[in-house]
């Protein structure tokens, strides 16, 4: 194996995959900004983007098909929050992250009844070969992920640093009594921050469906993913999980590269060292398991 003809390739695709997981990252931290609240179904909401894609792509122009999926999804998402987590808003939290989960398993259950268990292929935005960077070779559709992860922050941030809306996301999530007291509603906050969550995690979906095969159970292995990721960035940092998903997909594609077994260990191994980090603290870590001092 030549590592120096290797890793360009592995980082490649890792970029591409880490960038999907930056958007379902986007969406975990957009929903616990607000509501406190882990959505386990946030990765069905990428499985229904690239599911309706891949159903309507035929009957339709390829970027009609993807609002229209989008769009259905985001709609998904706000009845999700006012049937299933509204009602239960003064619950526990361990109450609500239950819900979520049970959601996750209705959404991946209602999936395979309408779309069985064949995968679904879309054909690529722009097609043409791949493109040649050095000793490395680039999809167009990976270009496209890329470009989507870029857009979509910079969409992000100007929302949330510009518009009305999302200062009013903003102070819900930092104090919801002062945000009441202003006119500020939190429920609709939430509704807001569900649905647009679920919009970021549909146009992941549709991105990434050219590239990978969409199936119903696609979102369970993209949601574990996507929240290893956000959890790395804070789970309140739009940015840092942005970043903690492409270092996940750069360090699972050169694991991959390295062991095929190491893919899937990689994720929660990073899972876990952040938060043993973030429990014990670096110098805790240090202290425990670094030189000690000599006697005097």
Do not use: C
């Amino acid at each position: 194996m030549n590592l120096s003809l290797e890793l360009p390739q592995w980082i490649i695709s890792g970029i591409t995959i880490g960038g999907i997981y930056a958007l379902v990252a986007l969406g975990f931290v957009t929903i616990y900004s607000v509501t406190r609240v882990i959505n386990i179904a946030q990765g069905e909401f990428v499985m229904l983007g690239a599911m309706l894609t891949a159903t309507l792509h035929n009957r339709m122009p390829l970027a009609l098909a993807i609002l229209v999926a989008v769009i259905a999804v985001t709609a998904i998402g706000a009845g999700v929050q006012r049937v299933a987590l509204y009602p239960a808003r003064r619950a526990s939290m361990v109450t609500l992250i239950m819900i979520t989960i049970g959601v996750d398993i209705v959404l991946r259950g209602i999936a395979l009844i309408i779309w069985g268990t064949a995968p679904y292929s879309v054909r690529p935005f722009t097609p043409g070969p791949p493109i040649i960077v050095g000793p490395a070779v680039i999809t167009r559709q990976a270009l496209w992920v890329i470009a989507s992860v870029i857009v979509i922050v910079v969409v992000t941030y100007l929302f949330f640093q510009r518009t009305m809306a999302g200062r009013a996301l903003r102070a819900s999530a930092a104090n919801p009594v002062a945000a009441r007291l202003v006119g500020i509603r939190p429920e609709r906050m939430a509704l807001l921050a569900w649905a647009g969550s679920a919009a970021l995690a549909a146009l992941g979906g549709a991105v990434v469906a050219p590239i990978t095969f969409a199936t119903y159970s696609m979102g369970l292995d993209l949601g574990l993913k996507g929240f290893v990721a956000a959890v790395a960035g804070g789970l309140t940092n739009p940015a840092a999980a942005v970043i903690g998903g492409l270092l996940l997909g750069v360090l699972e594609s050169v694991g991959a590269g390295l062991h095929s077994g190491l893919q899937d260990v990689i994720a929660f191994a990073v899972l876990l060292v952040v938060l043993i980090v973030r429990q014990v603290g670096i110098l805790g870590l240090w202290g425990r398991f670094g030189p000690r001092p000599r006697p005097a």
